[in-house]
């Protein structure tokens, strides 16, 4: 079975900066795609960001510039660095992988951007 436990959300100022990781087990790490997603009350979940196993990482065009994944593939591990944080990058982010023809999620963790 596969588990993905998220950490490191909370409050931030805007103009600040947090980083979340990811903790996986489970599965061969080294070997697949993680993503992290997004979501607000009443929205879908939004794509985020993802990286792949040899560390190529892609953007959503929102936080190109701001944010940056990168992953440990010896702690098993995916972190989303997150800086000039907006109020509109609140939201329950979640981390994500697609293991076995399924989709295995964390249980998110909550990121709330205000002064």
């Known amino acids: 079975q596969v588990y993905l436990v998220e950490s490191g959300g909370g409050l931030v100022q805007p103009g600040g900066s947090m980083r979340l990781s990811c903790a996986a087990s489970?599965?061969?790490?080294?070997?697949?795609?993680m993503n992290w997603y997004r979501q607000t009350p009443g929205s879908e979940r939004n794509l985020v960001a993802t990286?792949?196993?040899?560390?190529?990482?892609n953007y959503t065009d929102s936080v190109k510039g701001r944010f940056i994944i990168s992953r440990d593939n010896v702690r098993r591990s995916v972190s989303l660095q997150m800086n000039s944080l907006k109020p509109e990058d609140t939201a329950v982010y979640y981390c994500?992988?697609?293991?076995?023809?399924?989709?295995?999620w964390g249980r998110g963790t909550q990121v709330t951007v205000s002064s």
């Open positions: 994500n992988v697609r293991y076995g023809g399924r989709e295995f």
């Open positions: 489970g599965l061969n790490f080294r070997l697949f795609t």
């Open positions: 990286i792949t196993g040899g560390g190529s990482g």
